[in-house]
Structures are given as structure tokens and as C-alpha cells.
């Protein structure tokens, strides 16, 4: 189905805080009350060490995501990582905006795949079909998808949508309409994957649909549906169909989920935290946010077209911030809480990521291998309605836990709809690190300093040659929970990341001590004598930009991906 503007489409139903822990303890960096203190019922486990798959950010797909060219932007795109937009063919009509061939270069440009739905090429709703239309229009749109230069970013066709709610019987069976698509585009293109037959919700003539293809030799490459209620019966609509493709000796196919999230759930953090996490869990291959009220707008993760970021977008910036190894993560049942989890190639970090929940609830985490203790930082992106801007995610506490047998348990009172992220790191090694020092990157072998020796509140760190310049050296100042702050010697300036950013890529730069959590740092050994810095607010690492080994490049926050420019030496001195 179509999400646009939806009292349009004649004969169409519409389908139907801030959380603060143990103050008092937190100040005293002392780890909160143990997960007793949440009901069995209200507490998601995260196996830290067991894998599930690696990380794709498989959810962060949109039906009609993109408008045309200029909404949304390339940069609010970006940010979370899309993994695959729907769109309309080539000269559809079903909406007036959308066109594959008109958003193509904003897709291509963030990386991510397309898929044409082809049956988008009629207006109205069901669609203005017919035969002698739609077989020159399918020969066409092809042929066009080939000689496209966007070509090699479109990972399918979606033969038609919703036959369920949208095709007449008048122009004959759903199953003969299939076979024949079928045929005519792989005739046409034998190296796209086609699929289908994406049913709307209710999947319940999946049977006759795959024995019908099972027969005619036209099964799809990808199966695919919507799932528009709850992300609840996720997990047994995907075991009815695989039980039937074992039934009807089918290969096992990758399953699209082309749409999903109700009406009442998108724009929302905590209820999509559920179908995020089933996603993973289940092993789909890609999932589209649906389009129930404007294109452009990444699945309402906008509170308009083009628009600004609602609090459900901070949820997918957490989202597309994953990298490596997505982790196993066990809900107490089907509906409530539930979360998604990652660890990085490092293995020196755990992600996670919990909503659907209210009240007292909890993440036991097991299988942490990052030392003795470990700093906790809990944050959260707090929903006010999906047309209501949000200016980002704040944060709760940062917590010093002391693992046992690699288990720890950490409470959060939540909000239903909020959503909240927990990322683990090495805590204090019990030897410190204060000290004054000349601190140089393992990639280039330049020091840290800032730009031409500049002291003034904002002058970008940069690495330069080695000389006797103080603007080279820093002291590290213990916060007595297992954090530090980085300070030049040249001026009391402290180093800290622009606009207290949390995003990858944001520069690094010196700033009056001010108190915000992007002027800490965690510094873990990397062995050889070599460390990683954290930053505290953001999560992600001290590094160089495009890994230069020039002097006078900017230092910058990146993703741990492994990169010698996020590894530095320090050299103590006196």
C-alpha cells in the first residue's frame, strides 16, 4: 500500500519521561540497584559474545523515504545509514512525487539500494490497471532500469503491491498476472532480483500464491510483505512462510519486509525499537519503513517532508553508529521490551539499544570480556509525537559497574514511547593515566596539537611535525570515574568535539572547560604500548581525517573500523 496522504485512496481503511537512575548513587559513582529491582517480565538479555549476524542496519529503509531531489537532504539521509528505499518506477503516477529516476542520485550518493515498484506506474487506488498498458509500460521501465546509470543500485523489482487489497479479479487471477510479469521482466533483465508477492499485513494466501509459483517455475528471488500492525506477529508470519517453502521444496529465499510500523507507531522511538529488533533477529534481509503521511520525510522520521528530525531519527543515528557484529538479544516475550545490540571488530564496546518498555525496567548484559570494570552510559531520545522536532538525544548517567562472571545488570525507568542506548566500554584499569604528555598518532606519527599553536575557544586539533612547540603537549586529568580530560598546556583549554556532536566525522577542537561530556575521554590500551580514545558523549574514537599522514590535517571522531589514524602513542614527559 501507499502511505500518502491516505483519505485520498477511496475504499482504504486506515490500520489502525525523561527517565533519571539512582541519582544519589550515580554521584557517588557507585553502580544502581541490580535488576531484581525490575520485573522478569520488564528485562531484555544481551548476550554480549554470542553473534547474530553482521551488521547491515537492515531496518533503516523507507517507502517513498525520498521525495525528489532536495527532500530530504543528502545529509539527514545519511546520518542513518539507509539500507534500501522503495520508490515509484520511472514516470509513475501513483504519487506526485517519488520518481525512481528523480531520487536516484541522493540514494546512490548515501549508499544506499532502490527498489521499483513497478505497479506504481498507475494512478488511483486500486490502480488504473490494464493489460494493454502494462505490458509496453513493463517493457519499457525496464529497458530504461538497464541503460540507467544508476543500474547496479537497484536490487529489485516489486512486481505489484497488495494484491490482497488492490487487484481485480476482473482482469483475471493475481497468480496468472504474476507468472506473467514474471516471465516479461526476466526475459527482459535476467540478473535483477524480482520480488513479491507482497501481500499487505495479512498474509494468509501465501500458500496459494507459492504453489502456484512453485509450478510455473516463477518463484521469487525475494519474498516480501508488509507487516502494518504490530511488531509482534513478526516472528510468526516469517515461520509460516518458511514452513511453507520447506513444504513446497523451495530454497530458503531472503525475505523483504516492504513496509512497516502502523499509523499510530511511526515517528515513535520505543514502539519501532520492536521491529528493529525482530528484524535482526529474524535475519530479514531489508525492511521499509511504510508511507502513511509524506514522502520525503524517511518513513516520518522527519515531522514533515524535507523536514526536521523527530525523536525516532536520533533512534536510527544510534542505529546506523553500529558497526561489526550485531549480538543476540532475548526478550522476555513477543510484545514489551526488546532491544538490538552490536559489538565493533575491536570487541572493545557493546551497543545497545532498549524501548517498548515502561517503568522499571532492565538489560542484563552476559558475556563482557573488557576488564574489571566497565563505564556504563545510558542515554535517551525522548518522544513528543511524530510532527514534534527533537533536538537530539541527552544523557541519563555514566556509571562505573564492576562485572561478575562477565554479567552485569543495569536498570532504567523508562517511557513507553522513548527509546535508550546503552554503549559499555573498558572502565579505569585501576592504573591511571594522569599525566602530562606529547600524544602522537601510530598511523602518521604526528602529534597531537592544535592549529598553529592556537589557545582561542574553537581552534581545530590538528596533527603536526614534532617540535618544542607547548601547543604539543597535554596533561590528562583524572574525573575519578575512570574518564579524563585532555588539556593543552599552551592555554587552559580542554579538548572537546564541535558542537558537542555525536555524529562520525564531527572535528575535534579545544574549547573553555565548560563541563560537557564531550570534554571527557576514555583512553584503553591497544596494546604495544598504543591507546584509543573515546569520547565520552559520542561514543566513537579519536582518529585523523581520511586517514592523512600530512601535518596540518584535522583530527576528527570516527566509528572504531579498525584504522591505524585511531591509534595513538603517549609519551610522558617529566
Not at 515531522?303 to 553500529?322: D, E, F, H, I, V
Amino acid at each position: 500500500m501507499i502511505r500518502a496522504i491516505r483519505t485520498a485512496r477511496p475504499g482504504r481503511a486506515r490500520r489502525s519521561a525523561a527517565a533519571a537512575v539512582a541519582l544519589g548513587l550515580l554521584c557517588l559513582g557507585i553502580a544502581p540497584a541490580p535488576a531484581s529491582a525490575a520485573a522478569a517480565s520488564a528485562t531484555l538479555v544481551v548476550n554480549a559474545n554470542q553473534a547474530l549476524r553482521p551488521v547491515t542496519h537492515v531496518a533503516t529503509g523507507s517507502l517513498y523515504g525520498l521525495a525528489n531531489a532536495t527532500q530530504p537532504t543528502v545529509a539527514l539521509a545519511q546520518a542513518i545509514k539507509p539500507n534500501t528505499f522503495v520508490q515509484m518506477p520511472a514516470g509513475g503516477r501513483q504519487q506526485p512525487t517519488g520518481d525512481i529516476s528523480v531520487v536516484a542520485p541522493t540514494a546512490v550518493s548515501v549508499g544506499a539500494k532502490l527498489v521499483n515498484r513497478l505497479s506504481d506506474y498507475y494512478a488511483g487506488w486500486p490502480y488504473q490497471f490494464s493489460w494493454s498498458t502494462w505490458t509496453p509500460f513493463i517493457t519499457s521501465q525496464i529497458n530504461t532500469m538497464k541503460s540507467s546509470s544508476y543500474y547496479n543500485s537497484i536490487s529489485g523489482y516489486e512486481l505489484w503491491n497488495e494484491s490482497d487489497n488492490t487487484w481485480n479479479s476482473a482482469n483475471g487471477t493475481y497468480e496468472a498476472f504474476w507468472t506473467t510479469t514474471f516471465r516479461q521482466v526476466r526475459s527482459l533483465d535476467a540478473a535483477k532480483p524480482i520480488q513479491g508477492p507482497s501481500f499487505s499485513d495479512n498474509i494468509g494466501d501465501m500458500e496459494n500464491f507459492l504453489r502456484n509459483a512453485v509450478a510455473t517455475n516463477t518463484v521469487p528471488d525475494v519474498l516480501a510483505w508488509h507487516e502494518l500492525s504490530s511488531s509482534s506477529k513478526i516472528a510468526g508470519d516469517v515461520a509460516k512462510v518458511q514452513a511453507l517453502e520447506d513444504q513446497l521444496g523451495i530454497s530458503r529465499r531472503p525475505v523483504a519486509i516492504e513496509e512497516y510500523a502502523s499509523p499510530s507507531e511511526v515517528g515513535l522511538p520505543g514502539p519501532l525499537v520492536g521491529y528493529i529488533s525482530k528484524f535482526e533477529r529474524l535475519g530479514i534481509r531489508d525492511a521499509e519503513l511504510a508511507f502513511w503521511n509524506q514522502s520525503g520525510a524517511l518513513g516520518d522520521l522527519l515531522t514533515a517532508r524535507g523536514g526536521s528530525p523527530n525523536a525516532a531519527y536520533w533512534l536510527y543515528t544510534w542505529y546506523a553508529a553500529m558497526s561489526g557484529t550485531m549480538v543476540v538479544t532475548t526478550p522476555p516475550a513477543q510484545t514489551g521490551i526488546d532491544g538490538f545490540a552490536s559489538v565493533p571488530s575491536g570487541n572493545n564496546q557493546v551497543s545497545i539499544v532498549v524501548g517498548n518498555c515502561s517503568g522499571s525496567c532492565a538489560v542484563t548484559v552476559n558475556g563482557l570480556n573488557l576488564g574489571s570494570t566497565v563505564s556504563v552510559k545510558i542515554e535517551q531520545t525522548v518522544s513528543q509525537g511524530r510532527t514534534v522536532a527533537s533536538a537530539g538525544p541527552s544523557t541519563i548517567s555514566t556509571t562505573t559497574y564492576t562485572p561478575s562472571n562477565g554479567t552485569i545488570s543495569v536498570p532504567i525507568t523508562m517511557a513507553t514511547n522513548n527509546a535508550y542506548r546503552i554503549t559499555i566500554t573498558p572502565g579505569s584499569t585501576g592504573s591511571s593515566l594522569a599525566g602530562t604528555y606529547r600524544i602522537a598518532n601510530v598511523n602518521s606519527g604526528l602529534r597531537l596539537a592544535t592549529l598553529n599553536g592556537g589557545t582561542a575557544w574553537g581552534t581545530s586539533a590538528v596533527q603536526e611535525t614534532a617540535s618544542n612547540s607547548s601547543s604539543q603537549i597535554w596533561t590528562l586529568t583524572a574525573d575519578g570515574a575512570g574518564h579524563y580530560k585532555i588539556v593543552s598546556q599552551a592555554a587552559n583549554v580542554v579538548l572537546g568535539i564541535q558542537n558537542a556532536s555525536a555524529s562520525q566525522g564531527a572535528p575535534a577542537l579545544v574549547w573553555g572547560d565548560t563541563g560537557t561530556s564531550d570534554h571527557l575521554w576514555t583512553v584503553t590500551s591497544a596494546g604495544n604500548g598504543q591507546y584509543k580514545i573515546w569520547n565520552v558523549n559520542s561514543n566513537l574514537l579519536l582518529g585523523v581525517t581520511n586517514m592523512a599522514t600530512t601535518s596540518g590535517a584535522q583530527v576528527l571522531q570516527w566509528g572504531d573500523n579498525g584504522t591505524a589514524d585511531h591509534l595513538w602513542t603517549l609519551t610522558k614527559i617529566g
